[in-house]
């Protein structure tokens, strides 16, 4: 993780780089922010499966993305 919550994000910042498989073409693979706003929580795992929801942040308008509202992790 490059931002942590708390932090205030631009559209287009670094937000993680992910690791790929070993030997995997295309990695490491960084995910942007889509919007600025404020890191309001992350995932607390170091793993992921592809499409998975990684921080939410607080932005002044609607998201970006399409992403059911509720908690990253159950």
Not at 47 to 71: E, H
Request: aromatic share 2%; proline share 8%.
């Amino acid at each position: 993780f490059h931002r942590e919550p708390g932090d205030t994000v631009a559209a287009g910042d670094v937000l993680v780089t992910l690791i790929t498989v070993p030997g995997m073409a295309g990695g490491p693979l960084e995910v942007t922010a889509p919007q600025a706003g404020l890191v309001v929580t992350r995932v607390s795992k170091r793993f992921t499966a592809a499409g998975g929801d990684l921080m939410k942040i607080a932005s002044a308008g609607p998201s970006t993305r399409q992403r059911k509202p509720g908690a990253l992790e159950n």
